[in-house]
């Protein structure tokens, strides 16, 4: 699976759009990009994944890049409840032995403020 | 539907001490996993099963055992607990049909002194 490089920390005010972003330069043609979040000392929970087309749906949109070496996760109108770890994971999305096994980087520490 | 359940939420050991961490899912689903979460780190992959009966090593299986004899449940097992296996235990469970959204349980902290 394709690494992905993701700022430690980011802050945004309530109300305002929350973009994060997510480096994966050496990603191949037939994974995709999820994104999880993490809320303190909880199990994660996904959010969004996607191909090649940007996504959006009730919690977030994903924005790809054509080339699909970086995408952005955008929180329209961040709440303090969206504080978090956000991590960017790619993957194949197959079955068989792998597992449709996700590995966990270290994420970005999303901090909304009132 | 409770989703994916994990037992027990806490539980402090002595070293060389065993224990058995339940996960249990409602959802029949194929795919199952087990994570561990040290302190400011991403979640570590364990041991997985993609169906009854089948088990396979993650990134980090030593000194972890599992099992999966029905479909609902994954059970870990640590045998000779270490210090080193403080952290805090998370299981997920996803469909073989729609293998995209993986539901994770609410964790299990372990403590081994």
């Known amino acids: 699976d394709a690494k992905t490089t993701q700022p430690p920390s980011m802050d945004c005010a309530e109300g305002r759009a929350a973009n994060l972003p997510c480096n994966h330069s050496?990603?191949?043609?037939?994974?995709?990009v999820y994104w999880y979040r993490q809320i303190h000392s909880q199990g994660p929970q996904y959010i969004i994944h996607?191909?090649?087309n940007n996504e959006t749906n009730e919690m977030a949109s994903l924005i790809i890049t054509e080339d699909r070496k970086s995408s952005t996760l955008i929180l329209p109108h961040a709440t303090l409840r969206d504080t978090a770890v956000y991590y960017c994971?790619?993957?194949?999305?197959?079955?068989?032995?792998?597992?449709?096994?996700?590995?966990f980087g270290e994420g970005t520490q999303l901090t909304v403020n009132p | 539907n409770a989703g994916v359940t994990q037992t027990p939420k806490f539980r402090v050991l002595k070293t060389g001490q065993s224990m058995t961490l339940l996960c249990a899912q409602d959802m029949n689903h194929e795919y199952m996993y087990w994570y561990r979460q040290d302190p400011g780190m991403g979640l570590r992959l364990i041991h997985y099963?993609?169906?009854?009966?089948?088990?396979a090593k993650g990134e980090v299986p030593d000194g972890y055992n599992v099992s999966r004899l029905k479909k609902q449940n994954f059970l870990l097992g640590l045998e000779s607990a270490a210090p080193s296996q403080t952290s805090v235990y998370f299981c997920a469970s996803v469909s073989g049909r729609s293998y995209n959204e993986q539901f994770f349980g609410p964790g299990t902290r372990l403590t081994v002194l």
């Open positions: 099963s993609v169906g009854e009966g089948t088990t």
């Open positions: 050496t990603i191949s043609g037939n994974e995709y």
């Open positions: 994971i790619v993957r194949v999305a197959v079955r068989g032995t792998s597992g449709s096994r996700l590995t």
């Open positions: 996607g191909l090649k």
